[in-house]
């Protein structure tokens, strides 16, 4: 999958050039958030985040550049934030890993709300790359499942549909109670009430 750094023009080299191009998204996906892409142009962009449009051109050649940058930022910083928040637990199987790496999917949905709707309408703007973000999401959970069946702790199965299911729960999941909610409801114990009713029916099946 393309990296977000290859659609800079030239990646930052000072403190305040990474602010200002931090400046920039965070502008950027404020008005793709209430516009949608489409109905956005630069000089909104521009505008939101009050800089020049010369400032825009010096990081990004065309919206769609910056678009996409953001989507795979998101991407990587998702990623990140799990892998960090599941190192610094000690935990035991796979299970406990599933449970926790749903609950900070939905932190960082929770922090970010605006991510799902930025993602999503990449399944719009650039189906390509929606499909290459699921696609390679799913590839690196499949090898985490692969050593969880290999261990044991899972039973065997097609693990391109478990690593689709699961995303595909922590997906609606955020889009139930993060974009459709009140996220100012989402304490600590509710989002790991709703992970541990998803973690029961996991684990004990949903038919009779």
């Not at 990296?3 to 990474?18: G, M, Q, S, V």
């Not at 939905?106 to 189906?127: G, M, T």
């Not at 290459?132 to 044991?152: M, S």
Request: net charge negative.
């Amino acid at each position: 999958m393309e990296k977000a750094e290859n659609l800079l023009k030239a990646p930052p080299t000072t403190r305040l050039r990474e602010a200002t191009l931090e400046r920039l998204c965070f502008a950027a996906e404020q008005v793709f958030m209430e516009k949608n892409y489409y109905n956005t142009s630069i000089n909104d962009i521009v505008t939101a985040a009050q800089v020049s449009i010369g400032t825009f051109y010096n990081y990004f050649p065309d919206k769609i550049s910056m678009y996409k940058y953001i989507v795979l930022k998101h991407g990587q910083q998702i990623r990140r934030f799990i892998a960090k928040g599941l190192s610094e637990r000690k935990l035991l199987n796979r299970q406990e890993m599933e449970r926790e790496g749903i609950k900070l999917y939905l932190d960082y949905c929770v922090e970010n709300p605006h991510v799902i709707k930025i993602i999503w309408q990449s399944h719009f703007v650039a189906p390509e790359l929606f499909i290459a973000y699921y696609d390679n999401f799913g590839k690196q959970y499949e090898k985490q499942l692969q050593t969880a069946v290999d261990a044991g702790e899972m039973h065997p199965a097609d693990l391109e549909i478990v690593s689709y299911i699961l995303m595909g729960t922590s997906n609606f999941l955020a889009i139930k109670y993060v974009e459709f909610g009140d996220v100012d409801s989402l304490t600590d114990k509710r989002l790991y009430d709703i992970v541990d009713e998803v973690m029961a029916i996991l684990r004990r099946g949903m038919f009779l």
